[in-house]
């Protein structure tokens, strides 16, 4: 009972700064922007995509649709995305620290761990609130605004034809992908925190490792081969893995099939270690660290 009342001041902290809603008015704006243009000019882009395949094969139907938007924006959205979670995550201890009351926490009678674990379970909680409201704007407004059809996918050597019936559900499992992905920068810029007084810190550490980390993944050079698996940026990506379908020997989509659900999972579970290793690493330092403000 104690641990969910501190959850409960710490989100009471998270929501009453005005900050914490700059990254919901930049996800309504950002994705409200997208499909302002494509509703306008989306057809043209549409035409000019398919174009190599449409002097192959007889395509029609409802492509720009729903399904495809929320395709693009979660493409184009979640690698910005990391960016409005250190906003929140990268000043929970930090802000305390430059508040002073920091110290006055501390001398409560609650144990540091159950502190950390608290400020830790709220900084999640506002990362998934956050992907919902994304989840809302980029997947059911884009149905209400373009409808829903089949799904086509363009990849650089294939095409991917999703059966609308077969769809929902794979957006469903590429958000809890994401709530995983977002948790474990979340819970990056939550360690950084750790170690300054201010939050600008914390955010702008985050931000240079994921960028270090995305320019190694994208570097096709043997001396990084051997670290590319362990960086949880190579797998925040992963929920793309649910859009893979198997195909029998007809060569038509097995419903329901997730052609490399191995992969996916393999990606999922590197990033469940590296968020539990940021949650364990900071509770160790938390319990060691002097706090003079």
Avoid at 140 to 162: C, H, M, P, R, Y
Avoid at 181 to 200: D, G
Wanted: glycine letters at 6%.
């Amino acid at each position: 009972m104690q641990f969910s009342r501190i959850v409960y001041v710490e989100l009471y902290k998270v929501f009453r700064k005005p900050r914490t809603y700059i990254a919901f008015m930049a996800i309504a704006v950002i994705v409200g922007l997208i499909q302002l243009g494509f509703y306008a000019d989306g057809d043209n882009y549409i035409q000019f995509g398919m174009q190599s395949l449409s002097d192959s094969f007889d395509i029609g139907g409802n492509i720009l649709n729903g399904y495809l938007m929320a395709y693009i924006i979660l493409q184009t959205m979640l690698m910005q995305v990391p960016l409005l979670i250190a906003l929140v995550s990268g000043d929970m201890i930090s802000g305390e620290a430059n508040l002073g009351t920091l110290r006055l926490l501390v001398t409560k009678p609650v144990s540091r761990t159950m502190l950390i674990l608290a400020k830790f379970t709220a900084s999640n909680i506002y990362t998934i609130i956050l992907l919902i409201w994304m989840a809302i704007w980029s997947l059911g407004i884009s149905v209400l605004v373009f409808g829903a059809n089949d799904l086509l996918i363009l990849k650089s050597e294939q095409v991917t034809q999703i059966l609308a019936s077969d769809v929902l559900w794979r957006y469903v499992a590429a958000f809890a992908y994401a709530c995983l992905a977002m948790i474990t920068v979340s819970a990056l810029a939550f360690f950084l925190s750790l170690f300054a007084e201010n939050s600008i810190g914390p955010i702008m550490a985050t931000m240079s490792i994921i960028i270090v980390f995305t320019i190694l993944n994208t570097l096709d050079l043997p001396i990084f081969s051997g670290i590319k698996p362990f960086l949880f940026t190579s797998h925040m990506l992963g929920w793309k893995g649910f859009f893979d379908v198997k195909l029998n020997a007809d060569n038509e989509q097995i419903i329901g099939s997730i052609e490399n659900i191995r992969s996916v999972l393999i990606s999922a579970f590197i990033l469940l270690l590296h968020t539990l290793g940021f949650l364990f690493a900071s509770i160790i330092v938390f319990k060691k660290k002097d706090i003079l403000s």
